[in-house]
């Protein structure tokens, strides 16, 4: 019998509350755990594992390149770097891009834009970033500060200043903050997933970059979560009706190996110097590799697929018994349930699928390509479980 748990909770740090699950290998969208249970997995290591576990094509790309070599540092060049870059920029319209290996450092990268900008266009008072309440930007010191939601705020200050909170979906509330405090960005999540999968409206993404517009500011959208693919389009914010000058991703981007962008369109695309920013990892060649065979996989075929899943998901569960709401884009979904959601995971865990929670509602993010029988039988469990 394994002693995992028990070593884990004896030596690992105590900050995550974990579920009572082992999993010791996967294929596509089945996941073994330690007992051998088998699983249909509907979350993908929050939304990383793009294609599922395992897959084929992904392990062909990430150890072809380990076989040439592991890391070389940014006092090189690197081709899996360079053709990332390429491709993410040909898809997206950025004209350059800043490799890092997580979210938070993705954003901490456009945080830093959005300040160098300003300072270089606007003027060194100009620090000030919107961002929104119930967002959520990560763990470090500054995207804590600039996630929009107290609980984050407490025990590990002082913080940085420059941060203040609009509500989602009111444009006159992000324009008070325009009004009231010298302001260089916005920063937001077209889907805010942690806070429980609440799609933004079009009309108040699109009213936010007309005030960007009017008072010189960056717009800048994260999309760790939401991008390369998971919402139907290669990144979210296709869908609003907009071009960002900035975009930040990660999660999904590796496929589940680290790593993290931050896109910088026209308007930034040299506020970066050599010397003004940097990371040891970021860019690594494995890694980098890996995102590549990703996106290149991430066509209008496989997007097509992507959002006929998300269709089915919807119609299934919707107006179903037990089932409040259902939020989302694409593989990105969340569902609102009329019992305690936390009873519900437990029973979908008990019968043999793995959704995760966001906030109070269950949360959704499959592989991509989940087959769909897979997904059918899943979808027939929450609603069963959340029926009961
Ligand atoms: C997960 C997430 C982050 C943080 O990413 P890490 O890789 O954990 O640092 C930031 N923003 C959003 C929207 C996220 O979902």
Redesign the pocket.
């Known amino acids: 019998m394994s002693n995992t748990k028990e070593l884990d909770k004896k030596y690992v740090a105590n900050t995550y509350a974990r579920f009572d699950i082992e999993p010791v290998s996967g294929r596509g969208s089945r996941v073994f755990d330690e007992c051998g249970k088998e699983y249909i997995d509907l979350s993908t290591g929050?939304?990383v594992n793009t294609f599922g576990y395992c897959d084929e094509e992904w392990i062909k790309a990430v150890t072809e390149q380990m076989n040439k070599f592991q890391h070389t540092s940014n006092l090189y060049y690197s081709a899996p770097c360079a053709r990332l870059a390429e491709l993410l920029c040909k898809r997206t319209g950025a004209k350059k891009v800043f490799f890092g290996?997580?979210?938070?450092?993705?954003?901490e990268c456009a945080i830093k834009v959005a300040r160098k900008w300003a300072q270089d266009t606007k003027g060194e008072g100009d620090y000030y970033i919107i961002t929104l309440k119930n967002?959520?930007?990560?763990?470090?010191v500054t995207?804590l500060k600039a996630t929009g939601q107290d609980v984050f705020h407490k025990d590990f200050g002082p913080f940085p200043e420059g941060f203040v909170y609009a509500d989602s979906d009111s444009v006159d509330s992000v324009r008070e903050l325009c009004e009231k405090y010298p302001c260089c960005a916005v920063l937001m999540?077209p889907v805010?997933?942690?806070g429980g999968v609440v799609p933004l409206s079009v009309e108040f993404v699109k009213g936010v970059k007309k005030l960007c517009d009017e008072f010189g500011m960056l717009l800048m959208v994260?999309?760790?979560?939401?991008g390369n693919g998971r919402t139907g389009t290669l990144y979210a914010y296709e869908q609003f009706g907009i071009t960002p000058d900035v975009v930040?991703t990660?999660?999904g981007l590796g496929g589940g190996l680290?790593i993290?962008a931050c896109m910088l369109f026209e308007r930034v695309e040299n506020t970066l110097g050599a010397g003004s920013h940097g990371s040891t990892f970021g860019g690594n060649p494995i890694a980098a590799a890996g995102a590549l065979n990703i996106i290149s996989r991430i066509d209008e075929n496989l997007l097509a697929g992507v959002r006929e899943r998300s269709k089915y998901i919807f119609s299934a569960l919707e107006g179903k018994k037990g089932i409040k709401s259902v939020t989302g884009l694409g593989l990105m979904i969340g569902i609102e349930t009329e019992r305690d959601s936390s009873l519900v995971l437990a029973e979908c865990i008990e019968r043999g699928i793995l959704p995760i929670k966001a906030k109070s509602k269950i949360r959704l993010l499959p592989a991509l390509n989940i087959p769909m029988d897979d997904l059918k039988r899943a979808v027939e469990i929450i609603a069963e479980c959340a029926g009961a």
């Open positions: 929050i939304a290996n997580s979210g938070a450092e993705a954003n967002s959520f930007h990560g763990r470090t995207t999540e805010q997933g942690e994260d999309e760790v979560q939401t930040t990660a999660k680290p993290g």
